[in-house]
């Protein structure tokens, strides 16, 4: 029996680590520079530091498993994934929405909600 998985998510794994990686060190590194991009002010760069640690966490657990050969041994990976990008795109989308984030997050909560349709759909790939 394979029990190897698909190719397109060993793809996916590999996009996440290099994306996440590169954004949560940029938010423990420079967090007043990344708020000031994106045009919210935090009362203290902790907490940017915080999503920046939370980030950079997942970014690596896809690191992880990219190397890794066997199906079972990813999925709780993809599923952390999953939940971790799709709630992060409805928590923006509603901040936005509700006037706490500026529109320049759209394309952040655009991108988690692409993640989350990915790797569900390339768990489900054989």
């Known amino acids: 029996m394979n029990t190897s998985y698909h190719r397109s998510l060993k793809v996916i794994f590999l996009v996440n680590a290099i994306l996440g990686g590169i954004v949560g060190i940029q938010h423990i590194i420079i967090p007043q520079l990344t708020g000031n991009l994106a045009n919210v002010n935090l009362p203290s760069p902790i907490l940017y530091r915080l999503v920046g640690a939370a980030v950079f966490s997942f970014a690596f657990a896809s690191g992880l498993a990219y190397r890794e ?27 936005i929405l509700a006037g706490k984030l500026p529109s320049i997050e759209w394309p952040n909560a655009i991108l988690l909600f692409i993640f989350a349709i990915a790797f569900t759909w390339s768990w489900y790939l054989k």
């Open 69 to 95: 050969k066997k199906r079972e041994n990813v999925r709780i990976v993809v599923w952390m994934q999953v939940s971790w990008s799709f709630l992060g795109a409805v928590i923006i989308a509603l901040g």
